[in-house]
């Protein structure tokens, strides 16, 4: 039988690192075993935040990877001002911590390149792709945003070719993002984002989202949408380590920014350190990853400092094995209601460690969900304190008699090549 084709629009491909990459990296590994040929479109010269070479061994050796060239804003920007390398992966300065140059960035940002500064790649890849497409027999194109420009390509796409079938794939929201709001948008910014937003759920086929929130929020904005969250590769996944770290270690992997760093947790360790001596003698907390400074000054001056264990970024292998030694594993998300839909993509490669976890966001939030579900440990609220302080204390009692397993359980069903096998029965 032949393979169907599957054209994929991405803008993050290895050496890519970060999660972003993940989703379609996995999805393509996956997607001949259910009858699907994927082709991937991204650009020659991007500009990544981060690079990670271990990847690279994902990608399957017969892919057929197209490219175009690209002109990035951005290169610009970072020779005028070092943090605005910060934005390009989303992050910011927040409050009293940006300077004018930071605030003019953002402003620049929001309002100039719309929806992103990826934007100047729609041109040219409309007319590349429209011939490509005339010229090769694609079943499905696929957009994956942010940058959310990418799906400009695929509506662009669609109003010539009215019978492509086009998927957008929304790895985060677009104008329901919580840094949204800071990125101090005109008016008429605003408006265009959500004219856009509104014109790519209503004209893609199929909107997918990653968590069961965002899904319901873009089916009420007119989208045909449905969840496929991301998950963990079982050949990643089967590296489980048995040595695990000498002490009772809290980790954090990736990225941690201001805008959702856990102050209560770090104060409740504070209490449990200088008030259990037990517990002080035995802790570690642990970072793998790149956590902004000022949390880091933040924590070190709280008391904490010696037991902080900071590995710097790894590799995405590296990172697991750092998950597979550790006791328990810390997830924050955005405090406010507008993230319950975040489900941060690491969740998922916590939960194929089998160990347990601790998260921070807002009440209700879908990564709480799969934790019940899975029994794989606690969600908290940005206020909560002594429950905190109990969840952990009562971990540490498991862990120093040795009865800290893994009984988690239900975790299949977020295993990449069910996920793909689920996205074959939608195409």
Request: net charge positive; charged share 25%.
């Amino acid at each position: 039988m032949e393979h169907k084709k599957i054209l994929i629009i991405t803008y993050y491909w290895p050496p890519a690192g970060g999660p972003g990459v993940q989703r379609w990296l996995k999805f393509a590994k996956y997607l001949p075993d259910f009858g699907w040929k994927p082709i991937i479109y991204t650009p020659e010269n991007p500009s990544y935040p981060l690079l990670d070479e271990s990847l690279l061994k994902d990608v399957p050796e017969n892919l057929e990877i197209v490219k175009t060239k690209i002109w990035e804003p951005y290169q610009l920007a970072e020779k005028l001002n070092k943090s605005n390398k910060k934005f390009k992966a989303g992050q910011f300065d927040v409050g009293k911590n940006q300077s004018w140059k930071s605030k003019l960035s953002i402003w620049v940002r929001g309002n100039f390149f719309i929806p992103d500064a990826r934007v100047f790649w729609v041109k040219p890849s409309v007319q590349f792709l429209e011939k490509y497409l005339k010229e090769n027999k694609i079943d499905v194109v696929v957009t994956s945003g942010p940058p959310h420009s990418l799906h400009l390509i695929g509506l662009d796409l669609k109003k010539k070719l009215p019978n492509l079938k086009w998927i957008a794939d929304f790895r985060d929201p677009w104008t329901e993002i919580s840094y949204y709001k800071h990125l101090k948008l005109t008016k008429s910014s605003d408006q265009k984002h959500r004219q856009l937003e509104s014109a790519v759920f209503k004209n893609a086929d199929i909107t997918l989202a990653t968590s069961y929130t965002d899904a319901e929020n873009f089916r009420k904005n007119g989208a045909n949408a449905i969840c496929i969250t991301n998950g963990f590769d079982e050949t990643d996944a089967s590296q489980k380590i048995s040595n695990s770290d000498q002490k009772f270690t809290l980790s954090y992997i990736g990225v941690l920014e201001q805008l959702r760093n856990p102050e209560n947790l770090w104060k409740a360790l504070y209490d449990l350190v200088t008030t259990n001596s037990d517990f002080a003698e035995n802790f570690s907390l642990k970072f793998a990853g790149r956590v902004d400074d000022k949390i880091l000054q933040e924590i070190e001056n709280s008391g904490l400092k010696k037991h902080i264990s900071n590995l710097g970024y790894l590799s995405h292998d590296k990172a697991i094995e750092e998950m597979a030694k550790s006791s328990l594993l810390l997830i924050t998300n955005f405090p406010n209601e507008s993230s319950k839909g975040i489900i941060p993509g690491k969740i998922f490669e916590y939960l194929a460690t089998g160990k347990q976890i601790i998260s921070f966001g807002p009440n209700g939030a879908d990564v709480s969900k799969i934790l019940e579900e899975t029994k794989a440990g606690k969600h908290f609220g940005y206020n909560d304190s002594e429950s905190i302080k109990s969840f952990i204390l009562e971990k540490f009692e498991l862990w120093k008699n040795g009865n800290l397993s893994d009984n988690t359980q239900n975790i299949e069903q977020f295993s990449r090549k069910n996920l793909t096998k689920k996205l074959a029965e939608i195409l």
